[in-house]
Every structure is written in structure tokens, then in C-alpha cells.
């Protein structure tokens, strides 16, 4: 594998569910990026990890939960969701907080 | 608040035709700024980072040009193909740190068609 994976690529659920995404990276970066992006809205980033430290939450509902176990891999737990956080959710990384991004192809949430 | 706009929002032209797209954000202060692609399916592709120092970069028959001073991008595409059909955004990264990282923020995109 090479660049950064997202599994699964779909995935529906229903609002009393409870789902992980993940995230790898293989490109020895130590800062991991969650992504929403909704339909004619702009990308919207919901955590950032730097060397697996949380540095960034930009107001996510606690019914996100992010984790980062290591610096190679990024997890996003969800629980209780809502019609509205259908979105494709996409991870990124980058060498440090501030360099250029990479994406993964994303996972395309649908809560019934 | 960074707030970034792209103009226009969809674009359909013939083969070969050369175009821009335009980008703009409303605050200068900017670490750097960054233009990519999405493919349906594919996520998204770094195509040009252009620092905020800088004017201009390229790559093959993409350039990209930056004026922070009037918080403006563009890019330029030379000779367009069916297969540059994609969805191109703009992103710009600030200075505000919050605890380590740098804040990424999007435009709603470029939809592009090339037709044959």
C-alpha cells in the first residue's frame, strides 16, 4: 500500500450504531488530518493530530471521537449520529502541522 | 475569519482550449496556498503548493500564480484534456497556531469539464 488508505469506502449506518473509520498512512508524516465534506459546502477540517498529540478540534460533536494510537494511523469513532453527518469524510496527511497535505480517497457515510 | 471563494463554480469547454480558475481569501496572512483535484471516488490530489513568498509555480501545463496582497490565486491550464475533468479546489493555510498545527481552509471548488 502506498499513500494514504481509508477503509472502509462506504459505509451506512443507522443512528444508534456505533462505526469506526481508519486511517493509514504510509508516508512517514507525523501529522494526521479528519476532513467532513457535505454536498456545496467547502471541506471541513475536524481534527488535527501532531505526533499524536491532539492540537486542533474545531468544535466536532462528542458523537465524533477521534484517535490516534500511533503516528502511522488515525481512527474516527462514531456513535449515536445524525441524518445531517452523512458527508464523505476524508483523512490527509502531512510531514508536519504545516507542510502540503495528502489525501486518502475518503469513506462515504450515509446515516439512515 | 479565512474565508476562500472560487470563481466559477462550474466550467465546461472544448479540448484544448487554455483556462483559469480563479481563487480568492479574504485574509493575507497566509502561511502558503494550495490547489488541488477531486476525482469522484479518488480523493483528492495535490497538484501546486505555492508559498507565501512566492509568485508563481508549475508544473507541466499547470501554473498557478499567487498575489497575497490582493488575497488572489490562479490557475492556469495550457492545452486542456478530457482527462483534466475534475473538481479543482483551493485551500490556504494561515500562521494562527493552535497548539501546533496550521488551519487549512477550503473553497467550495471549480467543477471542470473538458469535452471532446
Known amino acids: 500500500e502506498t499513500g494514504v488508505t481509508q477503509t472502509p469506502r462506504h459505509l451506512v449506518m443507522g443512528m444508534t450504531n456505533k462505526k469506526s473509520l481508519k486511517c493509514e498512512q504510509h508516508?512517514?508524516?507525523?501529522?494526521m488530518y479528519w476532513y467532513k465534506q457535505s454536498a456545496k459546502k467547502p471541506l471541513e477540517l475536524m481534527f488535527v493530530?501532531?505526533?499524536?498529540?491532539?492540537?486542533e478540534n474545531n468544535s466536532v460533536p462528542s458523537r465524533f471521537s477521534p484517535e490516534c494510537p500511533n503516528s502511522s494511523h488515525l481512527f474516527l469513532h462514531l456513535h449515536t449520529l445524525q441524518p445531517e453527518d452523512s458527508a464523505l469524510y476524508l483523512c490527509?496527511?502531512?510531514?508536519?502541522?504545516?507542510?502540503?497535505?495528502?489525501f486518502g480517497p475518503g469513506t462515504r457515510l450515509t446515516v439512515l | 475569519k479565512q474565508e476562500v471563494t472560487q470563481i466559477p463554480a462550474a466550467l465546461s469547454v472544448p479540448e484544448g482550449e487554455n483556462l483559469v480558475l480563479n481563487c480568492s481569501f479574504t485574509?493575507?496572512?497566509?502561511?502558503?496556498l494550495q490547489w488541488l483535484r477531486q476525482d469522484p471516488g479518488k480523493g483528492l490530489t495535490s497538484l501546486l503548493l505555492?508559498?507565501?513568498?512566492?509568485r508563481e509555480q508549475t508544473s507541466g501545463r499547470l501554473n498557478a500564480s499567487l498575489d497575497k496582497s490582493s488575497g488572489r490565486s490562479t490557475l492556469y491550464i495550457a492545452a486542456s484534456q478530457p482527462g483534466d475533468s475534475a473538481t479543482y479546489l483551493c485551500?490556504?493555510?494561515?500562521?494562527?497556531?493552535?497548539?501546533?498545527?496550521?488551519?487549512?481552509?477550503f473553497g467550495t471548488g471549480t467543477q471542470l469539464k473538458v469535452e471532446l
Open positions: 485551500a490556504v493555510r494561515g500562521y494562527i497556531l493552535t497548539g501546533g498545527g496550521n488551519k487549512l481552509t
Open positions: 493530530y501532531s505526533l499524536e498529540e491532539r492540537v
Open positions: 505555492i508559498q507565501s513568498s512566492q
Open positions: 485574509d493575507s496572512a497566509i502561511y502558503n
Open positions: 490527509a496527511s502531512s510531514q508536519v502541522a504545516v507542510n502540503e497535505q495528502f
Open positions: 508516508l512517514g508524516h507525523n501529522a
